[in-house]
T-cell receptor
């Protein structure tokens, strides 16, 4: 089983739609969780951290479910500019490791 | 003002050559990384240094040798380049969350990437 798994997509959605991505992780000792966004031929950039109680940033909502070991990202009112690859990132703080583990990414295309 | 900068951005070279990619961060972070992103877009950790000490060394051919002269710099040297080395190499940095205090989010900051093409 991969350490971090995501549906690669692509998710093709119309503008204005709501879309949700899930990501599962295998290491229950994982402590920190993030969603990164990567545009074509660019570097990944932090979209949002994911907190235990869930958090929201504008149209974006992130949730963490430790019991089932998954995190989710919800995008409301999709914009054309949301088209990108969304990377789930897990950081297991164990044994002094500093290993941010990336999922393969979920590709989103928002269509006009 | 660039937080994590790496050079060169593009590198085209012949098989068998030796090349280096340099990375510098001005964020005051104590941990730096090299990631490889291949044609399938999967980001894979290669190396990590914390305060100039190698802490992650994934299964990478020993043709790849990282060097960290100080905690703000992490370079990657590749010997005897092969076709399969063609990829985008990203440098990144972060602050050790155990020592940085509550404000730190543990965010990983990336450089713009160095696109290596081996012919």
């Amino acid at each position: 089983r991969k350490e971090v798994e995501q549906d690669p997509g692509p998710f093709n959605v119309p503008e204005g739609a709501t879309v949700a991505f899930n990501c599962t992780y295998s290491n229950s000792a994982s402590q920190s969780f993030f969603w990164y966004r990567q545009d074509c031929r660019k570097e990944p950039k932090l979209l949002m951290s994911v907190y235990s109680s869930g958090n929201e940033d504008g149209r974006f909502t992130a949730q963490l479910n430790r019991a089932s070991q998954y995190i989710s990202l919800l995008i409301r009112d999709s914009k054309l500019s949301d088209s990108a690859t969304y990377l789930c990132v897990v950081y297991p703080i164990t044994s002094g490791t500093y290993k941010y583990i990336f999922g393969t990414g979920t590709r989103l295309k928002v269509l006009a | 003002d660039t937080a994590v900068s790496q050079t060169p951005k593009y590198l085209v070279t012949q098989m068998g050559n030796d090349k280096s990619i340099k990375c510098e961060q001005n964020l005051g972070h104590d941990t730096m990384y090299w990631y490889k992103q291949d044609s399938k877009k999967f980001l894979k950790i290669m190396f990590s240094y914390n305060n100039k000490e190698l802490i992650i060394n994934e299964t990478v051919p020993n043709r790849f040798s990282p060097k960290s002269p100080d905690k703000a710099h992490l370079n990657l040297h590749i010997n005897s380049l092969e076709l399969g080395d063609s990829a985008v190499y990203f440098c990144a940095s972060s602050q050790d969350r155990r020592t940085s205090g509550r404000e730190n989010t543990g965010e990983l900051f990336f450089g713009e990437g160095s696109r290596l093409t081996v012919l």
